[in-house]
């Protein structure tokens, strides 16, 4: 979608059960192997009591929103925030909406709010970007 296509109020969601092995690969690439995620026994003497997936992974469902649903195709990502406020562990089930916010025309950017909940509804993530859509609509 183009900026003229958007409007304040459109949303996208999206939704995906993590799980560990998710996690054991997000740590692959990241290069994150924190004990928090990746061992079983670590966590026990957390505050968290058991793995917790890594809050840039959960976060990662904004960019699949941006790429490929809104403004979807030809998006270019310039900043998000994330503030993370509960932990997501393995087998939780959480959505992820974006809402447009504001519409910057002369600059050709949306800024979006970002929340991401778990199947209890409970928000483990809150944020906002600021995403450049295409000039032109692509086509998949």
Same mark, same amino acid.
């Given at each position: 979608m183009t900026i003229q296509q958007i409007k304040v109020g459109d949303f996208a969601s999206t939704k995906k059960v993590f799980l560990e092995e998710d996690v !054991? $690969? @997000?740590a692959e690439v990241s290069t994150?192997?924190?004990?928090?995620?990746v061992d079983k026994e670590y966590p026990k003497q957390t505050m968290f009591k058991k793995q917790i997936v890594h809050g840039m992974l959960v976060g990662s469902l904004?960019?699949?929103?941006?790429?490929?649903?809104l403004p979807g195709l030809g998006s270019i990502y310039t900043k998000?925030? !994330? $503030? @993370?406020?509960?932990?997501v562990y393995f087998g939780d089930e959480i959505e992820a909406t974006c809402s447009v916010k504001e519409i910057i025309v002369d600059r050709n950017r949306v800024i979006f709010d970002c929340v991401a909940k778990n199947q209890n509804?409970?928000?483990v993530?809150?944020?906002e970007s600021e995403i450049m859509p295409p000039r032109e609509t692509k086509n998949a």
């Open positions: !054991l $690969k @997000f994150d192997y924190n004990p928090a995620h904004f960019s699949a929103i941006f790429g490929v649903q998000q925030s !994330l $503030k @993370f406020t509960r932990p509804g409970e928000v993530i809150v944020g």
